[in-house]
């Protein structure tokens, strides 16, 4: 005859087994993902997916954006060191010229 603990035991087991190889450690956090999904959808799974997308969109036109902002900085400082540089230039050997 066998107890309801075996039994308990051999289903947790087989349940495992038909986890794609997750462990146990892996099953619990999976768990607690499923729950921090469900909280971003204010308990509601699949609000809480689409939550996760619409932020993931934000989180691209962000870097986008910010990509674009440092490429206008970088252009903006090389263009005002070379003028400054050029103008430097231009005026020692206007100087030393003169003499």
């Known amino acids: 005859m066998i107890t309801e603990e075996t039994l308990r035991r051999i289903i947790r087991e087989e349940m495992c087994k038909a986890t ?7 099953l ?3 768990s607690h993902i499923t ?6 959808g204010d308990g509601d799974f699949n609000r809480g997916v689409e939550v996760i997308r619409e ?6 036109r ?5 990509e674009k902002i440092g490429t206008t900085v970088v252009l903006t400082v090389t263009t005002i060191v ?7 230039i231009g005026i020692a050997l206007k100087l030393k010229g003169g003499n």
């Open 20 to 26: 794609c190889g997750l462990g146990e450690i892996e």
């Open 28 to 30: 619990k956090e999976l």
């Open 35 to 40: 729950g921090m999904v469900s909280d971003m």
């Open 55 to 60: 932020d993931h969109k934000w989180v691209i």
């Open 62 to 66: 962000y870097r986008k954006m910010t």
């Open 82 to 88: 070379v003028t400054a540089l050029s103008c430097a």
